[in-house]
């Protein structure tokens, strides 16, 4: 049952994925921060609230509250452009290997 295991892992390259996924979390966290503490302060200005997360638009009784949305856009963006070239280096590595 062991030998089967390990098989599995090896197969479906597990390691690889559990070290992927955990490098994913750290890297979020990070591009958190990075957009919370060093963009959206440069951003803030162009908002009209005093602070980025209250920064709303109202159109009568509606309010729609965007401040947070632009930093959790920005986060999206900067993580997706992050992946993409990740990505890229990795599968122009594993084509010159074949």
Do not use: C, R
């Not at 632009?70 to 993409?84: G, R, T, W």
Request: hydrophobic share 55%; charged share 15%.
């Amino acid at each position: 049952m062991l030998k089967e295991f390990l098989a599995f892992l090896k197969e479906y390259k597990i390691v690889g994925l559990a070290i992927g996924f955990i490098m994913g979390a750290a890297s979020t966290s990070l591009i958190n921060s990075f957009v919370k503490d060093v963009l959206m302060p440069i951003v803030e200005p162009l908002l009209s609230a005093e602070s980025w997360k209250e920064a709303t638009l109202t159109m009568g009784p509606v309010h729609i509250t965007y401040g947070s949305f632009i930093a959790e856009l920005l986060n999206f963006l900067i993580l997706a452009v992050i992946i993409f070239f990740v990505t890229k280096k990795i599968l122009k590595m594993q084509s010159q290997q074949k």
